[in-house]
């Protein structure tokens, strides 16, 4: 249950932290200052969920690690995080159609998860919930306004949710790891809340006057440690500090 439970807190971990780094490379390029400060916050409450769930995983690994070393001393291959959070931001329709899904899967998540056996967990989750909930609010009243919006703005906005459309099924994978875990009451049956987020993107996306993409084949392997080509580059800005200056702390 160790390695589970490790594996699982890792993953979350690294789901908060790439999304985090992706976000913060808005900072002073985002549309219009409140924007950019709004942005940069949403980035900031991601990165904070990420230092507790590191400090855990480290704690449950029980090898010494640190948030410092699981963050920026693993390789391309060792992250487990989604496929799409570590996509790029593009433009600015594009970042929020990534942060709309993500969201909606989260909030729900998180909510379910404060039920958990685990003590830390659960905490850890009571509060990322209420930070959840204003990232879905944010990102679906900027998907509603850009897609009833201008003939481009709508046009970028359908584009983007079409293009990040085949990475969202992902979120509803769950291993061996993950499935004794929720059979352990720990874990989150992430199939439990396919249902609640397809209505709630269908919801802001009728209200968008966008159209829902139709299903089919999805994108896989980010839990396993198969990334994106962009990743590399990512994380070659994320740990620069720590690789150039060895023992940096967070």
Not at 36 to 44: R, T
């Amino acid at each position: 249950m160790t390695i589970d439970l490790f594996t699982y807190t890792l993953r979350l971990a690294d789901d908060a932290a790439i999304l985090g780094q992706r976000l913060g490379e808005w900072c002073g390029h985002a549309p219009t200052l409140e924007e950019d400060i709004g942005l940069a916050n949403v980035a900031l409450d991601h990165i904070g969920q990420a230092r507790t769930l590191y400090t855990y995983a480290g704690e449950v690994e029980g090898e010494g690690r640190d948030e410092d070393q699981l963050c920026f001393l693993r390789k391309e291959r060792e992250f487990g995080n989604c496929l799409l959070v570590e996509q790029p931001n593009g433009d600015f329709a594009h970042t929020i159609a990534r942060q709309l899904f993500f969201s909606a899967f989260m909030l729900p998540f998180w909510r379910k998860l404060t039920g958990s056996k685990d003590a830390t967990l659960a905490a850890i989750a009571a509060k990322a919930e209420k930070e959840a909930t204003y990232h879905l609010r944010h990102s679906s009243e900027w998907t509603i306004r850009l897609g009833d919006g201008t003939q481009e703005s709508a046009a970028r906005m359908q584009e983007a949710i079409d293009t990040l459309w085949p990475y969202t099924g992902e979120l509803f994978e769950a291993d061996e790891a993950v499935t004794r875990l929720i059979a352990e009451g720990i874990a989150v049956d992430p199939a439990s809340i396919r249902d609640e987020w397809h209505s709630t993107i269908r919801d802001v996306l009728d209200q968008a006057v966008l159209r829902m993409p139709p299903e089919g084949w999805m994108q896989t392997g980010g839990r396993g440690g198969r990334h994106s080509e962009s990743f590399g580059h990512l994380l070659t800005e994320m740990q620069y500090m720590q690789r150039a200056y060895p023992g940096l702390r967070w």
